[in-house]
């Protein structure tokens, strides 16, 4: 007995379905803090999030294997990133957090161990959002802890410029790390 | 702070690792797809606006010029309109953005930007320009012709400058993105 048309269809959705729910339980955590890297503002970050994980969805009709799942999605969850800030361009906030703002967060938290970590992370987002879109992309990749060779196949350069953007960001963070711990 | 911190500090993140359902992600694309397109009918809008001046026009003077004119602005402004909706849907698919690295992907729109400022004399500025001189030459000849000489040539000139501001702008921009592609060639160079 011939198969229905639609069989081949719904096995394609089906495969489509299957990678995207393996890639979220694979990398969903990775995705989600990328989004951190490319928008600020939290109810922003949720919606660039949700475009994200559709934009992994369908391109998983065109996923022929031709590269390793990690690659494939971190090339997607990028793309989309990249393609956000375009349409958004807004001005970057400053570098350094104001003094008023850290205070209250210290009164809040009465845990100055904590505020610290949150003032280097809100001072390690300033400066990745400054940042060019590729500069940004190689820096969020070794955050994710990637090796040179994998940052490499991901977006396209090669190890070696990779380690020299990576060393580059790197400098350029410890002297705004240490330059916001000696103000504050 | 080592490496080890920083990325210690990066992963500790509170994040969302739940996968969305298959109806969600349909509606979802839906909903993203209708804001593309709201997106680009507030660019149209314009346009529109324009298209109802100018039948307004051609019903309100009665010079034939100006008539003339107004029926090539018309035709100007859906020219434009096409050419927006045709620049619109060159953008990359989502299903493209895991072919290509990031450098690919985003030199790829570098350059499609760059070509749409390099062009606007073309195909945004151009379409208007028979239509604006018939229409002025009507407005100088039919409407108004006792009106002082140089107060059409100041009228012109204005006309002409906002064009030629926005030409000049675009090509500033589109230079400024020449630089960003020629620092990504320059990466790939040094690679090689």
Redesign the interface.
């Known amino acids: 007995m011939a198969e229905p048309p639609y069989s081949n269809t719904q096995t394609q959705t089906q495969t489509q379905n299957s990678r995207y729910q393996l890639a979220i339980a694979s990398f969903g955590g990775d995705i989600a803090r990328f989004t951190h890297g490319y928008e600020r503002e939290p109810a922003r970050r949720q919606e660039l999030l949700q475009e994200v994980h559709v934009a992994l969805w369908q391109s998983f009709a065109g996923f022929n294997e031709q590269c390793s799942l990690r690659t494939w999605v971190y090339r997607v969850a990028h793309n989309v990133g990249a393609t956000h800030v375009q349409r958004n361009r807004r001005a970057v906030k400053g570098i350094e957090l104001d003094v008023d703002e850290a205070g209250l967060v210290i009164d809040e938290q009465a845990d100055i161990e904590i505020t610290e970590r949150r003032l280097d992370l809100e001072r390690l987002l300033n400066l990745i959002h400054s940042l060019d879109a590729l500069d940004r992309e190689v820096i969020l990749l070794y955050l994710e802890d990637l090796s040179a060779a994998a940052i490499g196949e991901i977006t396209g350069l090669s190890s070696r410029n990779v380690a020299t953007k990576v060393h580059r960001i790197k400098v350029l963070l410890a002297a705004q790390l240490g330059s916001g711990k000696e103000k504050s | ?1 080592n ?1 080890n911190d ?2 210690n ?5 509170a ?6 359902e ?1 109806d969600e ?1 349909i509606s ?2 839906r909903r ?1 797809q209708r804001r593309v397109s709201f997106r680009n009918l507030t660019e149209y809008l314009a346009a529109v606006l324009v298209i109802m001046v100018f039948i307004y026009y051609i019903w309100a003077f009665p010079f034939t010029l100006m008539r003339i004119g107004s029926g090539l602005i018309i035709i100007g402004a859906l020219v434009v309109v096409q050419q927006m909706h045709l620049r619109a849907s060159s953008r990359p ?14 030199r790829a ?1 570098l350059v499609r930007q760059r070509d749409a400022l390099l062009a606007v004399w073309l195909w945004y500025v151009g379409p208007f320009v028979p239509g604006m001189v018939v229409f002025r030459w009507g407005v100088e000849t039919e409407m108004d012709a006792s009106a002082p000489f140089a107060r059409g040539v100041v009228a012109n000139l204005v006309i002409a400058a906002v064009m030629l501001g926005v030409i000049g702008f675009n090509f500033w921009t589109a230079r400024r993105l020449q630089g ?1 592609i020629d620092r ?1 060639d320059k ?1 790939m160079v ?2 090689e």
């Open positions: 702070m490496d920083l990325k500090l990066w992963k500790a993140q994040v969302s690792t739940t996968a969305l298959t992600l979802n694309a993203f698919l989502p299903g493209a953005h895991g072919s290509m690295s990031c450098l690919e992907f985003y729109e960003k990504l990466d040094e690679q």
